[in-house]
């Protein structure tokens, strides 16, 4: 089984719609999703209602999921850990216990624009339109990360 973790900071936004919408995408008994944040103060929370109602409108469902904390032991679990900005991936990178570690994560956007090292930004202060734009960005790039896996 192939597990890959989605990152952004709270863990009520951007991770848990890219989570939503790679499961929406994959066969759940080949391929596992989770997502987590870098900080703590969100943890056991529902998503942000914006990101629970921009995947509904898209037929996906976030409620089942809550908020947790990313953690070290998360590299011993996971196989891919994409994130969602530069601040989050060296957050995450900082914590890597070795190289093979390091290997495994990476910016979610450089799955459709390789190597351009861009962000998904913030939405959470951004407006109702932010999540629709953060949803597109995200299902563009779970798109290529499924192919990817389905490919390998």
Not at 21 to 39: M, P, Q, R, Y
Not at 95 to 103: D, G, V
Not at 124 to 136: E, H, I, K, P, T
Request: hydrophobic share 35%; glycine share 6%; with cysteine.
């Amino acid at each position: 089984m192939t597990k890959i973790l989605m990152v952004c900071l709270g863990n009520i936004c951007r991770s848990p719609l890219a989570e939503g919408i790679l499961k929406s995408k994959v066969n759940g008994e080949t391929i596992f999703v989770d997502s987590a944040g870098t900080g703590a103060w969100h943890s056991g929370s529902l998503p942000d209602k914006r990101s629970i109602a921009i995947a509904k409108k898209y037929g996906i469902d976030l409620t089942s999921q809550r908020a947790r904390v990313f953690s070290p032991e998360d590299f011993d679990h996971f196989d891919h850990i994409y994130v969602m900005d530069q601040s989050n991936y060296k957050t995450v990178c900082r914590l890597a216990p070795n190289e093979k570690a390091l290997e495994k994560v990476q910016l979610i956007l450089n799955e459709i624009y390789p190597d351009k090292n861009m962000e998904v930004p913030d939405p959470y202060y951004g407006g109702d339109s932010g999540f629709d734009d953060v949803y597109q960005m995200l299902n563009e790039a779970c798109e290529k990360i499924k192919m990817k896996i389905e490919n390998a």
